[in-house]
Each structure stands twice: as structure tokens, then as C-alpha cells.
């Protein structure tokens, strides 16, 4: 083999292994950049969506300083469709959240901490409804998760008027974009068994915030176990 046939190989292998390996992921941290600022509304109308939008595009930065951009790109996609998901909500509250009505009287009530000794406060605004926990990996329903999901159906029966809002939490173990996905599956898990009960599906909306939105930030099986849930948020 003549030198110059063994340079072709080695800048043609060169080449295989740069496309491989991919670069910066650019575009789709720019589509993500872009879906946060169309999302400026959501910031005041639906902030918990904004707010773990931008939390994963600022790790998708972070993975791409790193050079890890397969990572990198993956939760930039994930932050650009909860930025949209984001901006969905935000339009559809619009009118409420930029008018709000004055309530007629302060009610002491509203200002006391009942979430109790380590209950995460977002996890207590569920009004008559209750959280559902999973085991480690698992979208499916336990016993005890059925008997929940019953009592919150005959909640949402009795009071017709309420939307909700389905979260679905994973623990911090996995990928971003897994969790994501996880939770998701949490969440239409919960949907579906509410609507089998009688519950009518444009009541329920859902989202899924990964390992985003811990309710508990411990690093053991006690607080993983906490955080594997999901959460009925009564729109209002």
C-alpha cells in the first residue's frame, strides 16, 4: 500500500468517526431556545411548565459543554416539547391568568401549611384527590393505586366543574429523556383508568416532568419512592 492510498484511508476513517460521534447538537438547541422565548406567556400563565422547561435546557447546555451531545440533544428536544406543551396551556388560560377576579375576602385558611412534616407543597395542591405511587420502572397501577385512583374518580363525579391535571414523576435514576417518557406513561396510565370510571377525558390533561419535580430530594429508596407518582392537579 503506497503512502498516499494510506492517508485516504485515515482521513476517510477520520471522517466515518467524526459523523459518528456527531458534534454540538445546534439545532436542536436553538429549536429549543426559540420554543422558551414563544413560551414568555407561560411564564406567568402556566409556570410550573415553563419553569422545567427551561430547568432541562439549561442541563442541555450543560451536557453539550461537557461533549456529551447525543445527551445534550436529547433533552433539548425534551425542552422544546414541554416549552410547547408550556405554551398550549398558557394560551388556553390566558383570559383567567392576565384577568384574574378579586376574591371578595382573604381566608387565613389558604395561608397554613398543612403538607406536613417533609410532604412536598406542589404535591399538596391536589384538592380531594390523592397521590398515586409507583414501583421502580413501572407504568402500571398496584392495588392500592386503583383504590386511589377509585376515590378520586367518585371526586371528580361529584364535582363536575373541576379540570385536572395529571402529573406524571419519576425518581432521579435514568436519562432525562427516559424519565420523561416514564412519566408520560405514568400519567396516561391514571388518565385511562380515571376515564374507565366515567370520568370525561376533556377534564384531564396531562404532563410529565421526569425526575424534574422531586418531592423528595433524598438519595435513598424511601425518597425514590416518594418521587415515583403521580400527582391530580385541579386546574383552576
Known sequence: ?????????????????LAACGGRPVEALSAAEKAMAD???????????????QKLLEKAKSLAEKGEHARAKATAI???????????????????????????AIDAAEFVDES?????????????MQIIYFDYNQP???????????????????NESVTVTVEG???ERGSTEYN???????????????????????????????????ADYGAGEAAHKRNRRAVFRANE
Open 39 to 53: 413560551a414568555s406567556l407561560a411564564k406567568t400563565c402556566a409556570p410550573d411548565e415553563y419553569l422545567a422547561a
Open 180 to 214: 420523561l417518557a416514564l412519566g408520560e406513561k405514568r400519567a396516561q396510565v391514571a388518565r385511562k383508568y380515571l376515564l374507565r370510571k366515567g370520568v370525561d377525558k376533556a377534564r384531564i390533561s396531562l404532563v410529565s416532568y421526569g425526575e424534574e419535580r422531586p
Open 140 to 158: 402500571t397501577l398496584s392495588d392500592e393505586a386503583k383504590a386511589t385512583l377509585d376515590a378520586n374518580a367518585d371526586w371528580l363525579l361529584d
Open 78 to 104: 425534551a425542552a422544546e416539547k414541554l416549552a410547547k406543551k408550556a405554551i398550549v396551556k398558557a394560551q388556553a388560560r390566558k383570559d383567567e391568568c392576565l384577568n384574574p377576579q378579586a376574591p371578595d
Open 1 to 17: 500500500m503506497s503512502n498516499a492510498q494510506f492517508r485516504w484511508i485515515l482521513i476517510f476513517s477520520t471522517l466515518l468517526c
Open 169 to 171: 414523576h419519576c425518581d
Open 116 to 128: 406536613g412534616p417533609g410532604q412536598d407543597a406542589v404535591d399538596a395542591l391536589s384538592e380531594g
